[in-house]
């Protein structure tokens, strides 16, 4: 009789938005013990800021995996690249390691663990996931500049504003909060936007929070001739019609 063979457990950890202090005690105490450390980036190339936080908690053995997820709009490639990461991440485990996928933020908002676990169930439906929830980058930045997100019975809403900019429109109709989240290249049109409805001074910028290079602007008039890459891992903070802040 052949012996049972024992998988690792994949661990999906939130290293935060940028400043390492703000990785969680079980998250850094993992990639401390782990010796596959999986890796997401957007380009071959590039470097991974998600593991340019993570680096100072790993073990000096740990073996770093790179994972390209490039960012495109084609859903043929974008699957393949899908599955050929849960395959990677899959040997690793079959061997009985256990391994780290680390990633901005936390593991289930907008990130690509939520992909990759979804095609690591179709490769093995029993595979033994956990995940280490992680500081969002619009609770850190409500954080910076004191900004109330849920107060009461107001609601909040996140919206990517890669979205249709009416799909942000209706949502600012609503008293509450609303968290715009990948801006990107549409910072103008989405100020433009903020300005038209009447919420512009109600809402705060905040980009690469708890970064080196972080920057903070309560006056998002000021951003109308901003570089292009400002937007790039920005968030956005509105009290729309009728919120407050402190």
Known sequence: ?????????????????????????????????????FVPKARTEANSLALSIAKTYLRDQAEIHELVFPMSADEEELSAHWRKNASEINNILRKGADACFITLGDPFLYSTFIYLVRELRQLRPEARIVSVPGVTAFSAAASLCAFPVGEGRDGVTIIPAVEDIDHIRRALQDKGTVILMKIGKRLREVIDLLEEEGVIDGSVFVSRVGMADQRLETDLRTLRDAAPETGYLSIILVHAKGGGAI
């Open 1 to 37: 009789m052949s012996d049972k063979i024992i998988f690792g457990t994949l661990y999906g950890i939130g290293v935060g938005p940028g400043d390492p202090e703000l990785m969680t005690v079980k998250g850094a105490s993992l990639l401390g013990e782990c010796r596959h450390v």
